[in-house]
């Protein structure tokens, strides 16, 4: 590979022979995504918005409003931001009821709660932060009553059919 000492080479596919994996399944086991085996989804109580569900390791599960059920829709740029929770072939997602997997346009299987996709948010660095949280209006965090809404925000005003429009007059 580029850039790599000959002799790291080397030992890199000594193993190949002898586990007799292929270079493409070394390169998705290096990456976290592809060598998480299990994963366990945790809930930790999370003010406002109730049992948020987790990682094992405490960080922030959200969904995404634009994936229909069984589907996910956020791949490219979008999953460098929201990176899928996702878990190696012939393992395991367990932890909360509702959990399985959906299969992933590039081939991976992403974890998902009653069909719906589950992601992480780039910018949550640690545990119990919530900084996706309704990021462009798309994205919520899952807790165990289903996505969470609630914003630590001010509400936004929502117009009512009863409140004509102002028109900007001079109010006679």
């Not at 910018?123 to 289903?146: I, L």
């Amino acid at each position: 590979m580029a850039g790599m000492k000959p002799t790291r080479w080397a030992a890199l596919t000594a193993g190949l022979v002898i586990t007799g994996t292929s270079a493409a399944t070394v390169i998705a086991v290096g990456s976290s995504a592809a060598a998480a085996g299990n994963v366990t989804v945790k809930t930790r109580a999370i003010s406002p918005y109730g049992k948020v569900l987790t990682t094992s390791a405490g960080r922030t599960l959200y969904v995404f409003s634009r994936d229909p059920a069984g589907k996910s829709v956020c791949n490219g740029e979008c999953a460098k931001v929201f990176p899928p929770l996702v878990v190696a072939k012939g393992h395991k997602a367990s932890g909360v009821p509702g959990l399985g997997t959906i299969r992933r346009s590039d081939g991976r299987l992403q974890v998902a709660l009653d069909g719906h996709p589950l992601y992480r948010y780039a910018e949550d660095t640690a545990a119990g932060q919530v900084k996706g949280q309704d990021v462009d209006g798309d994205w919520f965090v899952e807790t165990t009553s289903g996505p969470s809404h609630a914003s630590p925000a001010a509400p936004r005003p929502t117009p009512t059919k009863s409140s004509p429009p102002s028109g900007g007059g001079y109010g006679y």
